[in-house]
């Protein structure tokens, strides 16, 4: 399975951005999909997920964040308005060992490169 995560950038505060995280071999919707962020100095923290049953966030980014799929293109979105100074990390997406979604990285497979998203104030 191979993740390409792509669409970071930088941005002002309170602007928008939306990831992509495009999925090869592993038939993607059959898994569960997660978004992790890891600023410099701190744990990777998760983000949101998505499977077939819906979508969990991180309360600091319900409201603001919507992670959406693809199914037909085995791509992931992650679509970021309202964006903050400590939104600033290095976005990775990841693939779960199964259908479940899970906020513990250590449940995901697969990982991406990761794509740097840096807000300024």
């Known amino acids: 399975v191979q993740l390409q995560a792509s669409g970071g950038g930088l941005v002002q505060a309170g602007g928008s951005l939306r990831l992509s995280c495009a999925a090869s071999?592993?038939?993607?919707?059959?898994?569960?999909m997660g978004w992790f962020r890891q600023a410099p100095g701190k744990e990777r923290e998760f983000v949101a997920a998505?499977?077939?049953?819906?979508?969990v966030y991180q309360d600091s980014v319900k409201g603001r964040f919507t992670i959406s799929r693809d199914n037909a293109k085995n791509t992931v979105y992650l679509q970021m308005n309202s964006l903050k100074p400590d939104d600033t990390a290095v976005y990775l997406c990841?693939?779960?060992?199964?259908?479940?979604?899970?906020?513990?990285?250590?449940?995901?497979?697969?990982w991406g490169q990761g794509t740097q998203v840096t807000v300024s104030s």
């Open positions: 990841a693939q779960s060992r199964n259908g479940l979604v899970y906020r513990d990285p250590g449940y995901y497979d697969y």
């Open positions: 071999g592993r038939t993607s919707s059959s898994y569960a």
């Open positions: 998505i499977n077939w049953s819906g979508t």
